[in-house]
């Protein structure tokens, strides 16, 4: 069974400009979440989709955002990039709607750098 | 809410050398608890998971770790460190039925040969 993959790896923007990440789930999983990785912030929730509806949000400002589709993909977006943003973030998928214990499974991650 | 603390953002042994990271939590509910292992350019490797069963919990690699409720910890341990084991390794708390980690700030773990 083919892990989580997430398109593109690796990506380099200049500030002001908006950015889509994207995440394939394995298949099956319909729960999506995505976190950002810093080394001064370290690892941070972003957001939980599930069934094509946000679940859970992160503390993160509404230049963050994203979507799910009807195949369980999802999307993150990035509207007027800061040299902040620049991380590494990691998407994961889960199999259950509302599991005993949250076993998620991550991406390889992109990594985004604003110049 | 759940908070996660990782004591050393670096450890460091010698192969062969018994391996211990510490993790301690704080969680207004039962809590969830796991450990990840991040290697180089890629994402999380799931180690190990305690979910209310066995407090003693055995992973991958010869990882295991014990949950003691009351020290509010989770440390792992691995008896005899491999060079294969240098990584940074990641303590994560969530709560029943949330799909929300709240992670450590990660211990990096370097092998000495």
């Known amino acids: 069974k083919a892990g989580v993959t997430q398109t593109p790896r690796y990506l380099i923007k200049t500030r002001g400009q908006q950015v889509t990440l994207s995440c394939s789930p394995i298949s099956g999983h319909r729960s999506v979440s995505w976190y950002q990785q810093t080394p001064g912030q370290g690892l941070q929730f972003l957001f939980e989709y599930f069934s094509e509806t946000q679940r859970n949000k992160g503390n993160f400002p509404g230049r963050f955002s994203g979507r799910q589709f009807s195949n369980s993909r999802s999307e993150m977006n990035v509207s007027t990039l800061e040299l902040g943003d620049s991380a590494l973030y990691l998407c994961a998928s889960s199999l259950s709607e509302w599991l005993s214990y949250n076993e998620q499974f991550f991406g390889p991650g992109t990594r985004l750098t604003v110049l | 809410a759940q908070s996660v603390t990782q004591l050393g953002s670096h450890v460091s042994v010698s192969e062969g050398a018994l391996v211990l990271l510490r993790c301690n939590y704080s969680?207004?509910?039962?809590?969830?608890l796991f450990w990840y292992v991040q290697y180089p350019n890629q994402g999380l490797q799931l180690l190990l998971k305690y979910t209310s069963a066995a407090t003693l919990v055995k992973g991958i690699n010869g990882f295991e770790a014990e949950f003691k409720k009351s020290e509010t910890s989770f440390h792992l341990t691995k008896p005899s460190a491999h060079m294969s084991d240098a990584a940074e390794y990641f303590c994560a708390v969530s709560a029943t039925g949330a799909q929300k980690l709240v992670f450590g700030q990660g211990t990096r773990l370097t092998i000495n040969p």
């Open positions: 969680s207004s509910v039962p809590p969830y």
